[in-house]
Nanobody, 123 residues
């Protein structure tokens, strides 16, 4: 089981930025995903990073505003979110896949999840 700990959430105004962090106990699965879940909605993918190659993939409305990055020395993956909008309000999760190197948008691909960190965007 992979242990994941997120941090960095908070309450911000529209147009502001936040950076979320996710520290993982394992870095050999070569893939980490960021997801979010708003009240009454399904969990959705935001970004995935292949930590072996550095390739990144973005999904949904965060494309162009969000950026995923990694620090392999500290086993940490980041999600930088710019120009935040009220519709970005959600609980944000990082996740590790069931199988090494499996990087895709489906939550079913991932078996280990962090506790989640709340992001609230409101004026």
């Amino acid at each position: 089981q992979v242990q994941l700990v997120e941090s960095g959430g908070g309450s911000v105004q529209p147009g502001e930025s936040l950076t979320l962090s996710c520290v993982t106990s394992r870095y050999d699965l070569n893939c980490m995903g960021w997801f979010r879940q708003a009240p009454g909605k399904e969990r959705e993918a935001i970004a995935v990073i292949n930590t072996a190659t550095g390739s990144t993939f973005y999904y949904g409305s965060g494309q162009g505003r969000f950026k995923v990055s990694e620090d392999d020395i500290n086993k940490t993956v980041y999600l930088r979110m710019n120009d935040l909008k009220p519709e970005d309000t959600a609980i944000y999760y990082c996740a590790a896949p069931k199988r090494r190197g499996t990087c895709d948008w489906s939550p079913a691909t991932y078996s280990s999840w962090g506790q989640g960190t709340q992001v609230t965007v409101s004026s």
